[in-house]
């Protein structure tokens, strides 16, 4: 068992890196060196791309918040904790060197077997098998009842596969809301899916024609405008609240029956539907990338 300025020291450490890697010169130093391989291999493709979106990148709507603002309460009941992360093919690596925690147990879910030693395996085939890499991920992402309840878990914690752990989560229970037995960030920049979804065309993230369709469905309903906006990369569900899984359920039928497939536009407008308010949500702060419990590495 850890102690907790073990801990603290971690965070502190994580912090120096997090810090370090939001600098000026070491984003710089990625670039011309993504630059210098993309040149190396002669891919003018690849090279294009990345010069288009630096472009549209500094035309979208941004106030990014310099620090995770949230406390959290590490007091914890006898209770019984899922911590999982899901990834399907080869798009993110495990990283299996962390700390357990007790009252935590963690699981992997994917399609096949992962060579790890601190993820239990869940095979996701004996539950949902889909042609789409991405449906069977973020079924995994937003049916946590299915794997957990009925093997006597109380919450869950969802992390995405390039999230690493780097102290104790388990105190992440603590925010959620019991309106809806749900606790995420708030988005570090944004609080308004229109903003995002022309994010999202501006930095070519995702399908154009589908966002802009999903975003007349939301203006002919009359979705508010900054309703509010959440990173879904972390989610806390109390698995013994009806309303967490009603929504959750909500969130996956939706996203499955909409071609834009970005859950992140996808969850505000569910909730919204269901008849929440945006604070109905329990609060984990308002930077998931400054939350020093965590380190989340660049998709490349």
């Not at 609080?191 to 994010?199: G, K, M, R, V």
């Amino acid at each position: 068992m850890i102690e907790k300025y073990q801990e603290k020291k971690l965070e502190l450490m994580n912090k120096e890196r997090i810090d370090l890697e939001n600098s000026k010169e070491f984003i710089l130093g990625r670039k011309l060196f993504k630059i210098i391989n993309i040149l190396k291999n002669r891919d003018i493709k690849k090279l294009k791309k990345i010069i288009t979106n630096n472009i549209h990148s500094n035309k979208v709507k941004v106030d990014y918040k310099e620090n995770n603002d949230c406390e959290y309460n590490d007091m914890i009941g006898d209770v019984k904790i899922a911590v999982y992360t899901s990834v399907i093919g080869n798009y993110d690596k495990i990283n299996d060197n962390f700390i357990k925690y007790p009252k935590c147990d963690y699981f992997i879910i994917s399609e096949k077997r992962r060579n790890t030693k601190n993820w239990k395996w869940i095979d996701i085939k004996e539950f949902y098998n889909s042609s789409s890499p991405i449906n069977m991920n973020r079924f995994a992402k937003m049916k946590p009842s299915t794997f957990f309840k009925e093997k006597g878990y109380d919450y869950s914690i969802y992390i995405d596969g390039n999230i690493d752990i780097i102290s104790n989560i388990s105190c992440f229970i603590n925010q959620i809301n019991s309106a809806t037995g749900l606790a995420f960030h708030h988005h570090n920049s944004r609080n308004c899916i229109y903003d995002e979804a022309n994010s999202c065309i501006a930095i070519k993230k995702g399908n154009k024609d589908e966002i802009v369709k999903f975003i007349k469905k939301l203006n002919y309903e009359k979705f508010p405008k900054n309703y509010g906006l959440f990173e879904c990369n972390v989610i806390v569900s109390d698995l013994n609240n009806d309303n967490s899984k009603r929504i959750l359920d909500a969130w996956w039928n939706e996203f499955l029956n909409t071609d834009v497939k970005r859950d992140q536009l996808i969850f505000p407008y569910v909730l919204w539907k269901l008849g929440y308010k945006f604070n109905n949500v329990g609060y984990l702060g308002n930077n998931v990338y400054k939350n020093y419990k965590l380190h989340i590495n660049s998709h490349t």
